[in-house]
C-alpha cells in the first residue's frame, strides 16, 4: 500500500484481557519494527523483523508480549493479559530493507487503553 | 550502545521567531541520526538525516541540523517557525550495523501567535 496501515486505531479493554494489533506495511518493505510511545517515555523499541524473522526481540516488556508476521507482510503485536501499564500507543514502522541509512515509515499508531 | 538526549522536553516560542530544539547523542562508532515530527494524533514524519558529508542537513518544511561531531550533537533548527510547527520532534540515531533506531524522549515544541 502506499503508506503504513494500523488497526484498530483505538482500543480500550478491560484489564486481564488479551489484544491484537495489526500493522500492513508498505509493499516491498522487508524490515518491520514495533515501537511503544507512552507518555514523557519517547519511543521504546518492541521488536524488529526482517522478513518472518525476528532477529531482536530484546525490547519485548514481558512474555505477555508476542508478535508474529506472515508472508513478509502483515505483523500481529499480542499482548495477554493486559495490565493497566500496558496503555500506551504501539507505533509500527516499515523500511526496505535492513540498512541503517533507510528510512523509517510510521503508521499512525494503534492506541491501546487498558482500564 | 548508542544512546540519544533531547535537552528540553518543552519549547515554547512566539510564531516568526527562531528555534532550536537540541539533541545530543552517544557513540563509540560512526553514526547515522534523524529528526522525526509528530503532529497530534499522527505517526512519526522524517524531517532530516544525515548520512555522511556536509555538516548541515537541510530538510522539509524549513528546518535544518548540524552535526558536531566533536560535542556529538546534531541540534534542529528553523529561522522563523509557524503555529504549524507545533508538534513533538524526535531525534533518532542508528550505527551503521545496528537494527534498531534508539530515539530521544522527545521535544514538544509549542508555538504561540
Known amino acids: 500500500g502506499a503508506g503504513v496501515s494500523q488497526s484498530p486505531s483505538n482500543k480500550v479493554t478491560e484489564k486481564g484481557k488479551d489484544v491484537e494489533l495489526r500493522c500492513d506495511p508498505i509493499?516491498?518493505?522487508?524490515?518491520l519494527y514495533w515501537y511503544r510511545q507512552s507518555l514523557g517515555q519517547g519511543l521504546e523499541f518492541l521488536i524488529y523483523?526482517?522478513?518472518?524473522?525476528?532477529?531482536?526481540k530484546s525490547g519485548l516488556p514481558s512474555d505477555r508480549f508476542s508478535a508474529e508476521r506472515t508472508g513478509g507482510s502483515v505483523s500481529t503485536l499480542t499482548i495477554q493479559r493486559t495490565q493497566q501499564e500496558d496503555s500506551a500507543v504501539y507505533l509500527c514502522?516499515?523500511?526496505?530493507?535492513?540498512?541503517?541509512?533507510?528510512?523509517?515509515?510510521f503508521g499512525a499508531g494503534s492506541r491501546l487503553t487498558v482500564l | 550502545a548508542q544512546s540519544v538526549t533531547q535537552l528540553d522536553s518543552q519549547v515554547p516560542v512566539f510564531e516568526e521567531a527562531p528555534v532550536e530544539l537540541r539533541c545530543n547523542y552517544s557513540?563509540?562508532?560512526?553514526?547515522?541520526l534523524f529528526w522525526y515530527v509528530q503532529y497530534p494524533n499522527q505517526g512519526l514524519q522524517l524531517l532530516l538525516k544525515?548520512?555522511?558529508?556536509?555538516?548541515l542537513v537541510k530538510g522539509i518544511n524549513g528546518f535544518e541540523a548540524e552535526i558536531n561531531k566533536s560535542q556529538t550533537s546534531f541540534h534542529l533548527r528553523k529561522p522563523s517557525v509557524h503555529i504549524s510547527d507545533t508538534a513533538e520532534y524526535f531525534c533518532?540515531?542508528?550505527?551503521?550495523?545496528?537494527?534498531?533506531?534508539?530515539f530521544g524522549t522527545g521535544t514538544r515544541l509549542q508555538v504561540f501567535p
Open positions: 523483523f526482517q522478513g518472518n524473522s525476528a532477529p531482536d
Open positions: 533518532a540515531v542508528r550505527t551503521f550495523s545496528a537494527d534498531k533506531l534508539i
Open positions: 557513540s563509540s562508532v560512526s553514526v547515522y
Open positions: 514502522a516499515s523500511s526496505l530493507d535492513r540498512s541503517g541509512a533507510n528510512v523509517l515509515t
Open positions: 544525515y548520512l555522511s558529508g556536509s555538516t
Open positions: 509493499s516491498g518493505h522487508t524490515a
